[in-house]
């Protein structure tokens, strides 16, 4: 009998038959648009914050965005994509079929399929997509980790991904994951897999841990609710494959597919102005932007994961201190805020975000005139007026710059 054509990864049968028996992520189905909020799958203000701005010929949705979504395990990801990007087209592909069932129901009981222009949900390895694309936004979290050759996941995409496109990825870490690392080694010592034995045991050993276990204490204060589910659980805890990096390797891991790495999607956390005050800030300010990163990676071992934008080519952001540049440009209200129309909202992270007074008009005009150069909105300011609010707005997220 002949063999049926080999898996791309070593790892893939494994993993596949892991998510077929605890399909990930847990959240629960539910009826109309999903809960919560995740700005990175906006790809209007993603794609901003990683190149600075978007493409002039999609400021409205003049022309749809062609997304990927690269192991999109239960749907959660590849739902968000869906209602934060009216008119798009999407391609949402996972290795595991039970996952992708209950992706199917997830986007059905949503209204996902009746936002986009276009939604393939299809089993399909991320390293067999040849005659797809290319896309303008790749999101792949938490997936090139748990395959036996994270580079060869990492080429492939890049070979999908458009020359003016951005690739989202999520990583796991090494510093942070200490305690789940030693977790999973210690199961594994005692014979303890994947199953509902595995479960069981896996839950067990935290509560015959004593109650000062370093192991124990972290998972109760750090991840017990977050593995509540018990896809969750195995994911964290009983998963077959898995690869973790610290920055050094992270960066060597992007230039072997010739990416770019644009920045991370969470900046504040590698902002050395949360841990240091004074005259170490100061210090810390004068070092080199990798040299930056470094140093909180070594101040904060409670990073348990990379969020990266990546890019083909290395990235030039517009300089705003040129007024005439900016006066030039035309803007996109960013459409990922929460309360807007008012000058006290929630902004692309979910936090307060208040609008200084008079730069409300501003974004008002910007939202009835999308396109239209600084210079000419209907607003009673001068240049340097204009200048001086965009700056403040673009800073904020508010406006997104156009290209073009």
């Known amino acids: 009998m002949a063999e049926g054509p080999q898996p791309s990864d070593a790892a893939t049968p494994v993993v596949s038959a892991f998510y077929d028996r605890f399909p990930y992520p847990g959240d629960p189905l539910q009826d109309g648009p999903p809960p919560g909020y995740n700005w990175r799958w906006c790809v209007d203000s993603a794609r901003a914050a990683a190149l600075g701005w978007i493409p002039a010929d999609r400021c409205g949705g003049a022309r749809p965005w062609r997304i990927l979504d690269a192991g999109c395990g239960t749907g959660v990801s590849t739902d968000y994509l869906c209602h934060l990007n009216p008119g798009a087209s999407v391609l949402a592909v996972d290795i595991s079929a039970g996952a992708l069932d209950l992706a199917r129901q997830r986007l059905r009981r949503s209204g996902a399929v009746a936002q986009v222009l276009e939604l393939r949900i299809e089993q399909r390895s991320l390293l067999d997509l040849e005659g797809e694309g290319p896309f303008d936004y790749i999101n792949s979290v938490g997936v090139l980790h748990h395959l036996h050759e994270p580079e060869a996941g990492l080429r492939a995409l890049a070979q999908r991904l458009a020359p003016d496109g951005v690739l989202h990825l999520f990583l796991y870490a090494d510093a942070g994951r200490w305690e789940i690392h030693r977790t999973q080694q210690a199961l594994a010592l005692m014979g303890v897999t994947a199953g509902p034995e595995g479960l069981r045991l ?157 730069d409300l008009p501003l974004v008002e005009a910007v939202e009835a005139n999308p396109g239209v150069p600084l210079a000419d909105l209907p607003l009673h300011l001068d240049a340097a007026e204009r200048c001086l609010r965009a700056r403040r707005l673009v800073g904020q997220r508010l406006l997104l710059p156009l290209q073009g």
């Open 202 to 358: 896996g839950r067990q050993l935290f509560t015959d841990l004593p109650p000062s276990n370093r192991l124990r204490r972290h998972h109760e204060q750090r991840w017990a609710l977050d593995t509540t589910a018990d896809a969750n659980f195995a994911d964290m805890y009983l998963h077959p494959q898995e690869t973790s990096y610290d920055l050094n390797r992270l960066l060597a891991f992007v230039a072997s597919a010739d990416l770019q790495l644009a920045g991370f999607s969470n900046p504040e956390v590698w902002d050395p102005g949360r841990l240091l005050g004074g005259e170490l800030l100061e210090r810390a300010r004068a070092l080199s932007q990798l040299e930056q990163w470094l140093l909180v990676e070594a101040l904060d071992p409670d990073i348990s994961h990379f969020e990266l934008f990546l890019t083909p080519e290395p990235v030039v952001r517009p300089d705003w201190s040129d007024c005439r540049r900016l006066l030039a440009t035309g803007f996109q209200r960013n459409r990922c805020l929460w309360g807007w129309p008012a000058a006290s909202l929630l902004g692309p992270d979910l936090l307060p975000l208040s609008l200084a007074e008079g």
